[in-house]
């Protein structure tokens, strides 16, 4: 029962058993053998609000990165494009927060927070605040142009204690920056100690990324 325990809370673990029978199939069609997943698939933990969103933006515009998608809103099975659309519905019929999407802190229109005081949220910025966000990342990703940074986007960025200046690069190579753990060099050197470690690749990201 305890080794149960271990794996059904192991995401590792879920993720070997869903890719398996998916690669299985997939070599099946294609007569051949090999491994099919490439070693793609990898697990870190977010330790704080600067990794948790650079984590999101990163996952949102991947499509836009690939050139599938013109823009966040039009990439198909992303959080960013269902939120747009729950937002689109509750214009003219209001609904609940989604089931499977946390809610952000507060409303940028309203000033309200969007969940309880006690019940978990997504980031503690607006949701609207996110959209500009992303909105213009992928702008840039997308143009191959930098610019300067907005000045709406500039203290959202403050607040998540993130290097303004190397956002874009964070988001462009995020995959390559850190390995098991992503967060703040503060939060980094804890979590190095908490597990026995010597160090975690990410330490210089850390530095370069995030104040």
């Known amino acids: 029962m305890t080794l149960w325990r271990e794996r059904l809370a192991d995401l590792s673990w879920f993720m070997r058993c869903l890719n398996e029978p998916i690669a299985r199939?997939?070599?099946k069609e294609d007569e051949c053998t090999g491994r099919f997943w490439e070693g793609r698939f990898k697990s870190q933990a977010l330790l704080d609000d600067a990794a948790l969103i650079s984590c999101m933006a990163y996952v949102d515009l991947n499509p836009v990165r690939a050139a599938i998608a013109q823009t966040p809103e039009d990439s198909e099975f992303t959080s960013f494009a269902a939120r747009v659309e729950i937002q689109k519905k509750s214009v003219s019929k209001p609904e609940p927060q989604s089931q499977w999407l946390l809610p952000f802190a507060e409303s940028k229109k309203t000033g309200k927070p969007q969940a309880t005081q006690n019940a978990h949220v997504c980031l503690p910025i607006s949701q609207e605040e996110y959209?500009?966000?992303v909105d213009w990342t992928g702008r840039?990703?997308?143009d191959g142009k930098r610019g300067a940074i907005?000045?709406?986007i500039?203290?959202?960025l403050q607040r998540l204690k993130i290097k303004q200046d190397n956002w874009i690069d964070g988001i462009q190579?995020?995959?390559n920056h850190f390995y098991k753990v992503v967060g703040i060099m503060r939060h980094l050197l804890e979590e190095t100690e908490r597990q026995g470690r010597k160090w975690f690749k990410g330490q210089s990201a850390a530095r370069l990324l995030y104040q």
């Open 140 to 142: 840039c990703i997308r």
């Open 25 to 27: 199939q997939a070599n």
């Open 154 to 156: 500039r203290p959202i």
């Open 131 to 133: 959209f500009e966000l």
């Open 173 to 175: 190579h995020y995959g």
């Open 150 to 152: 907005p000045a709406h």
